[in-house]
C-alpha cells in the first residue's frame, strides 16, 4: 500500500497516515508482525515533520493497532480485546456516523447498502 498525503485536505495529517495505516491491515497490506518504516524514514518518505509520523504511530498504538519495538520499530499487532468492548467501542464511533447519516437523510436501508458494499470492498475473509 503507498501512504500518500494530502496537503490541502482539512484532516490532519496524521490523522490521514493513521486512517491509511488501518485501511491497509483490514486489506490484508499490512500483515500481522510485518514492520513499518521507521518513524524518520516514513516522515522522510512523506515529506512530513517526524514528530507527525510519531503521532500517528502513537495513536495506532494505543488503539491496538500496532506494538512499538525498539529493535524492530513499529510492527503492526492488531491486539482484539473481548469482543464485547470492541463491539462498544466501534459502536460508539458508529453512533455519530449514524446520526449525521440521518440528519443528512440517508435512510437506514442506505446505511446498511453501504455498510455491507465496505466489507465485500476491505474484507478480505
Not at 37 to 51: D, Y
Not at 68 to 78: E, F, P, Q, T, Y
Not at 90 to 114: F, H, N, P, S
Amino acid at each position: 500500500m503507498i501512504l500518500e498525503i494530502d496537503f490541502n485536505s482539512d484532516e490532519a495529517i496524521y490523522v490521514q497516515l493513521r486512517n491509511q495505516i488501518i485501511l491497509g491491515i483490514a486489506c490484508e497490506e499490512f500483515v500481522d508482525g510485518e514492520s513499518l518504516p521507521s518513524v524518520r524514514q516514513l516522515a522522510q518518505i512523506l515529506g512530513v515533520n517526524m514528530h507527525t509520523v510519531n503521532k500517528a504511530y502513537a495513536i495506532l498504538r494505543e488503539e491496538g493497532y500496532l506494538k512499538l519495538d525498539r529493535r524492530k520499530g513499529a510492527v503492526v499487532s492488531v491486539e482484539t480485546l473481548e469482543k464485547q468492548k470492541e463491539l462498544e467501542a466501534v459502536g460508539e464511533g458508529l453512533q455519530m456516523l449514524v446520526a449525521e447519516a440521518i440528519c443528512k437523510g440517508v435512510t437506514r436501508e442506505e446505511m446498511y447498502q453501504l455498510v455491507d458494499h465496505m466489507y465485500q470492498k476491505l474484507d478480505k475473509n
